[in-house]
T-cell receptor, first 114, second 114 residues
């Protein structure tokens, strides 16, 4: 009974490179959320997806960031041309059909930009 | 707009003391959901509780209890007889029908000294 899986757990990138973060939701969950936690801060919502659809991306930076949740495979958060300010922990959460149920969080991906 | 305020940035107690973590929320919806999550030093997020706005009964789970008061828009969390293992950052969060993603407070860091 696997929970939310995220990989990699740690990712180091140099400025200007691309970062790809993967999230496999709990089996049977069709709702995926991405949150970012800057050092010593709370979690901030980024994007909410259902299979093949972006439902709410009001928390996503307008440039360099994109997300997808294809019909098959994990959800991907992509950050192009990373900058030092992108260094953070990125958490993925999933929930079943009723989105106000508990959101199950993954262990997070810690991105460090050198 | 949603907002969650955790005014206590950091609390330090000695083992076996009781401690209350405050959470005040704002939402325009009459239907909303409140959550508490624990983030231990290892970094993952652990779900503790979910309440909906129609259920104002206080809840007790072992040493944990929650006091939900709509009149003051508060959802406070009390740990009785604290233990060192309770040391963590605790986040209060809110979702409503207008925004299914969670809005988190900034967190309260609890240090329980032996």
């Amino acid at each position: 009974n696997a929970g939310v899986m995220q990989n990699p757990r740690h990712l180091v990138r140099r400025r200007g490179q691309e970062a790809r973060l993967r999230c496999s939701p709990v089996k049977g969950h069709s709702h995926v959320y991405w949150y970012r936690q800057l050092p010593e801060e709370g979690l901030k919502f980024m994007v909410y997806l259902q299979k093949e659809n972006i439902i709410d991306e009001s928390g996503m930076p307008k440039e360099r960031f994109s997300a997808e949740f294809p019909k098959e495979g994990p959800s991907i958060l992509r950050i192009q041309q990373v900058v030092r300010g992108d260094s953070a922990a990125y958490f993925c959460a999933s929930s079943p059909e009723d989105p106000h149920n508990e959101q199950f969080f993954g262990p997070g991906t810690r991105l460090t930009v050198l | 707009a949603q907002k969650v305020t955790q005014a206590q940035t950091e609390i330090s107690v000695v083992e076996k003391e009781d401690v209350t973590l405050d959470c005040v929320y704002e939402t325009r919806d009459t239907t909303y959901y409140l959550f508490w999550y624990k983030q231990p030093p290892s970094g993952e997020l652990v779900f503790l509780i979910r309440r909906n706005s129609f259920d104002e009964q206080n809840e007790i789970s072992g040493r944990y209890s929650w006091n939900f008061q709509k009149s003051t828009s508060s959802f406070n969390f009390t740990i009785t007889a604290s233990q060192v293992v309770d040391s963590a950052v605790y986040f209060c969060a809110l979702s409503d029908t207008g925004r299914r993603a969670l809005t988190f407070g900034s967190g309260t860091r609890l240090q329980v000294q032996p």
